[in-house]
């Protein structure tokens, strides 16, 4: 069974402009979670998709947004990107449901904003 | 969610059993004890999970106390590729985010 896939796995932006992530979750999960862990920093919950809809959202400015498709990846859009927006961006996928579903994670995508 | 301690590091000999605790008293009766680990920087890897009764899988066993106010995650014979850092989460599960703290710092050596 494929894990959860993330492109690409490098990011070089600049100051100002836009960046954009993507998650494909394990087949048959419907919830998609996204965190932020920043150089020294912990793990920071972002966004959090399940069937389709933003279901919550992490301490982060509206710059920061995504969506879910209907085969149920997502994207992560960074928009305005700042030097501090480098970071390690993970996407996490569960089975959804409510139960209490593991998250499984992917490799990430290394931004890089110069 | 409820908030855990663990210790910022702890050192293990290969082969030996690695044994990681953590303190949560402040949990609910309906929240889960998650643990993963990551390796640098690499996505987290999901270890195990339970509520009440202690659990094993293929990777390591979860000790909880019966007043689930702490936990021990057991790594039974160490290596070197276990040298990671292990974060131990309480969380509701489901409909729930992953709250990561800082974890321990677990170095095998040889």
């Known amino acids: 069974e494929a894990g959860v896939t993330q492109s690409p796995t490098h990011l070089i932006k600049t100051r100002g402009q836009q960046a954009t992530l993507r998650c494909s979750p394990i087949?048959?999960?419907?919830?998609v979670y996204w965190y932020q862990q920043a150089l020294g920093l912990g793990l920071q919950f972002l966004l959090w998709?399940?069937?389709?809809?933003?279901?919550n959202r992490g301490n982060f400015p509206p710059r920061f947004s995504g969506r879910q498709f209907p085969n149920y990846s997502s994207e992560l859009n960074v928009n305005a990107l700042e030097l501090e927006d480098s970071a390690l961006y993970l996407c996490?996928?569960?089975?959804?449901?409510?139960?209490?579903?593991?998250?499984?994670f992917g490799p990430g995508t290394r931004l890089t904003v110069l | 969610d409820a908030k855990t301690t663990q210790p910022t590091s702890m050192d293990c000999a290969e082969g030996r059993a690695a044994n990681l605790p953590c303190n949560h008293s402040t949990i609910s009766g309906n929240e889960y004890v998650y643990w993963y680990r990551q390796i640098h920087s690499q996505g987290p890897q999901y270890i195990i999970h339970?509520?009440?009764n202690n659990e094993t899988n293929e990777m390591a066993s979860l000790i909880i106390t019966e007043d689930r106010k702490s936990s021990t995650l057991i790594l039974p014979h160490a290596t070197l590729r276990d040298t990671a850092v292990y974060y131990c989460i309480v969380s509701l599960g489901g409909y729930s985010t992953l709250t990561f703290g800082k974890g321990t710092m677990l170095l095998v050596s040889p």
């Open positions: 996490a996928s569960s089975p959804g449901g409510g139960k209490a579903d593991t998250q499984y």
């Open positions: 339970g509520l009440k």
């Open positions: 087949s048959g999960h419907t919830s």
């Open positions: 998709y399940d069937e389709g809809e933003e279901r």
